[in-house]
T-cell receptor, first 114, second 110 residues
Framework: SQTIHQWPATLVQPVGSPLSLECTVEGTSNPNLYWYRQAAGRGLQLLFYSVGIGQISSEVPQNLSASRPQDRQFILSSKKLLLSDSGFYLC?????????????FGPGTRLTVL | GQQLNQSPQSMFIQEGEDVSMNCTSSSIFNTWLWYKQDPGEGPVLLIALYKAGELTSNGRLTAQFGITRKDSFLNISASIPSDVGIYFCAGPGGSEKLVFGKGTKLTVNP
């Protein structure tokens, strides 16, 4: 069966510091991978998605970047964090060939920028 | 672009009551998905609907794919405290993406 991991689970960082969040998927190959941010416990904002190694699509111009160095690894980064980067970051995967684009989410990373 | 309107935004109910929420789209969908997010966790897929008019159950949850293909409904019967969370509807957003509703936050009073 497939599983998705995210780490760290929580992170407190000062403004201006770098960021690296990691997401890995097990039990599937060539998944589509997604990064979302959720502010104030409500809506899901798609930040980046990837349909293959080295392929990154950015949805919202911002202070963050994403990379996919391996088939089942997706990394969210920032060189200098802003206060507005605080939020709950969710990674998700899909098979890319299913009928409804069902996505399956990881447990999330709670980021607080002080 | 595609938009989903999900209502109500929040619900406060007593344990044992039934719950109903819905989602409407500005365009036709060929799939409707319903997720639940427990506090502090990632959303979990509850029900997937693939056919207009389809009615699918998962325990006390029942979801329907509207015949116009522009709406979907989720019902929860005999609510219990662990039903608390945020419920999201979602549909295909093009290019391997999903578009999500803004969520219905459910609070169940014991």
């Amino acid at each position: 069966s497939q599983t998705i991991h995210q780490w760290p689970a929580t992170l407190v960082q000062p403004v201006g510091s770098p960021l690296s969040l990691e997401c890995t998927v097990e039990g599937t190959s060539n998944p589509n991978l997604y990064w979302y941010r959720q502010a104030a416990g409500r809506g899901l904002q798609l930040l980046f998605y990837s349909v293959g190694i080295g392929q990154i699509s950015s949805e919202v111009p911002q202070n963050l970047s994403a990379s996919r160095p391996q088939d089942r690894q997706f990394i969210l980064s920032s060189k200098k964090l802003l206060l507005s980067d605080s939020g709950f970051y969710l990674c998700a995967w899909s098979t890319g060939n299913n009928a409804g684009n069902e996505q399956f989410f990881g447990p999330g990373t709670r980021l607080t920028v002080l | 672009g595609q938009q989903l309107n999900q209502s109500p935004q929040s619900m406060f109910i007593q344990e044992g009551e039934d719950v109903s929420m819905n989602c409407t789209s500005s365009s036709i969908f060929n799939t409707w998905l319903w997720y639940k997010q427990d506090p502090g966790e990632g959303p979990v897929l509850l029900i997937a609907l693939y056919k207009a008019g389809e009615l699918t159950s998962n325990g006390r949850l029942t979801a329907q794919f509207g015949i116009t293909r522009k709406d979907s409904f989720l019902n929860i019967s005999a609510s219990i405290p662990s039903d608390v969370g945020i419920y999201f509807c979602a549909g295909p957003g093009g290019s391997e993406k999903l578009v999500f509703g803004k969520g219905t936050k459910l609070t169940v009073n014991p």
